[in-house]
T-cell receptor, first 108, second 114 residues
Framework: EDKVVQSPLSLVVHEGDTVTLNCSYE??????LLWYKQEKKAPTFLFML????IEKKSGRLSSILDKKELFSILNITATQTGDSAIYLC????????FGTGTRLKVLA | DAGVTQSPTHLIKTRGQQVTLRCSPK?????VSWYQQALGQGPQFIFQ???????QRGNFPDRFSGHQFPNYSSELNVNALLLGDSALYLC?????????????FGDGTRLSIL
């Protein structure tokens, strides 16, 4: 059975801290892995990772995939209160399989 | 460029009733997927529609059914509602060939069952 585990489940940090969110997966017919940020409603797309070892960056966020060890990490540097959200990891096989998410709260 | 739109935003029903939720995909997208997101959980895949046919289905009972129209919009129908059906229902769209294209989500319909 396909499985996605995100850790930690929740995290509270102060502005300026750096955080690392983890996603491990066991998915048949894996194609790619996506990260989404969910605030109040619609998850918004952050990254799509297809190849191992290639870091993708967008501002203070970066992510990398390890297809051998079956995990991905999402890093956020110099966190801001606007980063407070649930971060969802979703490996894609023939369908997206979402993890439970990591709830990040950034305190001012 | 309109993104994914869903209606209604909120809905309250009672047990045993049926409900229809609607989704219009992002312009240029022809594949629509539906998800159920319970409180504190990640979205769970219900099914996906492409070319007006159900292409993939998750582990949901037959009470959950759907439809896709020629203009790519979609409906999710749930019959014989149970208390456990209370959740945020998300619609996501993508272009054909989802393998290399991220899905874009709507804001969802919050369904409450009393």
């Amino acid at each position: 059975e396909d499985k996605v585990v995100q850790s930690p489940l929740s995290l509270v940090v102060h502005e300026g801290d750096t955080v690392t969110l983890n996603c491990s997966y066991e998915v048949t017919n894996f194609r790619s892995l996506l990260w989404y940020k969910q605030e109040k409603k619609a998850p918004t797309f952050l990254f799509m990772l297809t190849s191992s070892g290639i870091e993708k960056k967008s501002g203070r966020l970066s992510s990398i995939l390890d297809k051998k060890e079956l995990f991905s990490i999402l890093n956020i540097t110099a966190t801001q209160t606007g980063d407070s959200a649930i971060y969802l990891c979703a490996p894609l096989a023939y369908k997206y399989i979402f993890g439970t998410g990591t709830r990040l709260k950034v305190l001012a | 460029d309109a993104g994914v739109t869903q209606s209604p935003t909120h809905l309250i029903k009672t047990r045993g009733q049926q409900v229809t939720l609607r989704c219009s995909p992002k312009s240029g997208h022809d594949t629509v997927s539906w998800y159920q997101q319970a409180l504190g959980q990640g979205p769970q895949f219900i099914f996906q529609y492409y070319e007006e046919e159900e292409r993939q289905r998750g582990n949901f009972p037959d009470r959950f059914s759907g439809h896709q129209f020629p203009n790519y919009s979609s409906e999710l129908n749930v019959n014989a509602l149970l208390l456990g059906d209370s959740a945020l229902y998300l619609c996501a769209s993508s272009p054909a060939g989802t393998a290399n294209q991220p899905q874009h989500f709507g804001d969802g319909t919050r369904l409450s069952i009393l």
